[in-house]
């Protein structure tokens, strides 16, 4: 791996690393903790994982976590699953979050966004309020530490208030995108039962006003333990029968009460993607929460009160969870509310434009979109305040590092990221001291022991392996909701290495201590015994501009044979001759390796993702193979089940 790439593509210079935060935090740990002084990140993040109650301990008082009552020990119990953090400390996530109004309480806490791209403000002295306010009228309608408050909201600024309210009186906060239908929501919602819900009357999207009022009568219906539903008029109409209005609820000038919880309180639910079954609902918990975002937009993303975050997410989406997190450092966020490429592919950076992000966050897709749409962020825009362009959602290709590199600066720190919503933070990524290389993420994250392991659990160096964690993060699961014996979080993460965490992707650490993530290993393309990504693939075949998206599947066959074809929709115009299939096979030859050429090539009309735009690859291989679409798939999870059917219908014809 490191023979690929034997120069960095940015180094920080010296100024940037003395600066940094985590620089600072090595320095004060070592004096403090017993840290190594030398040897920069790496001889930290050893000293992180090998002492690792030390670590966490370090990361509160650095942060000043205020703990109501204290705790006796940090880890009580380290055994995965199971571990226990903190017990008997009790303190609260909300309390944290709005810290920064007592001393700037007039700067923006939010900048809210919409279509226009004329940002709004909402400062940390209002959002204060409007929480205080919130978290009255939750006591008052019967709200108890525990009880689930859910959200059927876009990115505004009443989504981080109820949520924030929710947390702040011991609530339980969860919610969904108001794009997902009414059967999506309640796969989610009916599952954990909730007192509250707060809902908008429709959304804007795109340049048009979607209606959401008949899903909204659907799942007032359907959720029987609701007790009240908050009606936030987006779109100007009146409150329906029966429901609050949100301004009354937020009038008051209160002064938040924030419920001390224990450290291992549920603070919200989130939910994976449920492509073959009911999502599962993940619990994280305030205090988890609290320190490992602490740390992880502190000290990876080296944010503070001067900085700008913006992240384009949706509530569905764990990085929505993420950015509300960016007010835990004093730092104000963006919200934007909107097509990612409304009123064209460049609406992301003009947005980061107006806002003054310095961090701005995104999809790898949305990076090689602007690539092949000849976006040019640098000439089009004012981006001097951007630091870091950082990306998830899917491995950033090779080629998207260089087309930013490029395209909006040559000394642009890249950060390519990888976690989950299991977690709700990063395995790998951001460290602001070290290089970034070309397709590799940075190094993996303090506190967490990552590494590359092959079947029978022995550790790998530049070769690809399992991605394992092998000690607790705090921000793991605390439980899955109706979960009663543990079974369903043992066999989602421990049954395959019992007591490490297996996570389901195909890495490799390098040995300068880098990451590569190679795609989901479930889906892994296994022929003749050499493994890929299924990423590669596609970094490789979409920078054919005939491509617009692949997909592509591996599937054993009954005879001991193995299938893998290669779904490609096409850019509009192209075709699929024999001159595009030679290159496709040609690409995938030169570039990647010759027992990859797919077995065939079939035009798709689209790809389908999940509703937070991930490529539904698990499901599709279900299908291929003859099970039921309805067996195969959740289809409340799909952004386009009409897709699937072509799937099935080459499923029946190969049989």
């Not at 120069?7 to 100024?15: A, N």
């Not at 009552?69 to 940090?74: D, G, H, I, L, Q």
């Not at 809902?199 to 029987?224: C, I």
């Not at 260089?402 to 909006?408: K, M």
Request: charge should be negative.
């Amino acid at each position: 791996m490191s023979i690929m790439n034997p120069q960095p593509l940015w180094q920080p210079d010296p100024e940037g690393i003395a600066q940094a935060q985590v620089t600072r935090f090595q320095a004060w740990a070592a004096e403090n903790h017993g840290a190594p002084a030398q040897g920069g990140y790496a001889a930290l993040h050893r000293w992180s994982v090998d002492e690792l109650d030390t670590f966490w301990k370090a990361v509160t008082e650095w942060f000043d976590v205020r703990f109501s009552t204290p705790y006796a020990r940090v880890l009580g119990d380290r055994t995965m699953p199971g571990a226990r953090w903190f017990p008997d400390a009790t303190l609260n996530y909300a309390e944290h979050a709005l810290r920064a109004a007592a001393t700037r309480a007039d700067e923006p806490a939010l900048l809210y966004v919409d279509e226009s791209h004329e940002p709004r403000p909402v400062s940390w002295s209002e959002l204060r309020r409007q929480v205080g306010s919130l978290a009255t009228e939750l006591r008052a309608l019967g709200v108890r530490p525990g009880d689930r408050v859910s959200g059927y909201l876009p990115n505004i600024p009443q989504a981080v208030v109820a949520l924030l309210a929710t947390a702040a009186v011991g609530g339980v906060w969860t919610s969904c995108a108001p794009d997902f239908g009414a059967r999506s929501v309640l796969d989610r919602f009916q599952q954990i039962e909730p007192v509250l819900l707060f809902t908008v009357d429709g959304y804007r999207y795109g340049g048009k006003e979607h209606d959401r009022r008949d899903v909204v009568a659907e799942l007032r219906r359907e959720l029987p333990t609701l007790r009240a539903v908050v009606h936030i008029p987006l779109l100007g109409t009146a409150a329906p029968e029966g429901a609050l209005e949100w301004s009354a609820l937020t009038a008051a000038d209160e002064e938040p009460v924030f419920e001390q919880v224990p450290f291992d309180h549920p603070l919200w639910v989130l939910y994976s993607s449920g492509t073959t079954g009911l999502p599962k609902a993940i619990v994280q918990s305030q205090g988890g929460i609290l320190v490992e975002h602490l740390k992880q937009l502190g000290l990876h993303c080296d944010l503070g009160p001067e900085d700008r975050f913006f992240w384009y997410t949706s509530t569905g989406w764990m990085m929505w969870n993420f950015l509300v997190s960016g007010l835990l450092t004093g730092t104000t966020i963006v919200l934007y509310d909107g097509s990612p490429g409304y009123p064209d592919t460049g609406a992301q950076w003009r947005i980061a434009e107006r806002t003054g992000a310095t961090l701005y966050g995104t999809s790898a897709a949305y990076v090689m979109a602007c690539r092949k749409a000849g976006v040019r962020p640098a000439r089009d825009f004012d981006l001097t305040r951007v630091r870091c362009v950082a990306t998830t959602g899917s491995p950033l290709p090779p080629d998207g590092f260089r087309w930013l590199h490029g395209e909006v600066r040559d000394d642009l720190w890249i950060a390519s990221v990888s976690g989950g919503t299991d977690v709700c933070s990063c395995f790998a990524g951001a460290v602001p001291t070290l290089p970034v290389y070309v397709g590799e993420l940075q190094a993996p994250g303090l506190g967490t022991d990552l590494q590359s392991w092959d079947p029978s659990g022995e550790s790998l160096i530049d070769e690809v392996g399992e991605l394992v964690v092998t000690n607790p993060m705090p921000s793991m699961p605390i439980y899955f909701w109706n979960d009663p014996d543990g079974s369903r979080y043992h066999d989602s993460y421990f049954d395959t290495y019992p007591g490490a965490w297996r996570h389901g992707d195909w890495i490799t650490v390098t040995s300068r201590g880098s990451v590569v993530i190679h795609g989901r290993s479930d889906s892994t393309l296994n022929r003749q015994g050499v493994r890929m990504g299924s990423a590669d693939i596609y970094e490789a075949v979409e920078r054919l501009p005939e491509i617009k998206e692949s997909l592509v599947i591996g599937i054993e066959q009954p005879d001991g044979g193995y299938w893998m074809p290669l779904f490609v929709h096409l850019a509009p115009g192209a075709v699929l001759d024999e001159e595009l299939l030679t290159r496709i096979k040609q690409t995938i030859r030169d570039q990647l390796s010759p027992r990859h050429i797919p077995d065939e090539v079939i035009e798709v009309p689209g790809v389908p993702h999940t509703l937070t735009g991930k490529r539904i690859e698990v499901p599709v291989k279900r299908l291929l193979q003859g099970t039921p679409l309805e067996k195969a798939v959740n289809p409340g999870s799909i952004d386009n089940l009409d897709l699937l059917h072509f799937y099935e219908q080459l499923a029946r014809k190969r049989a």
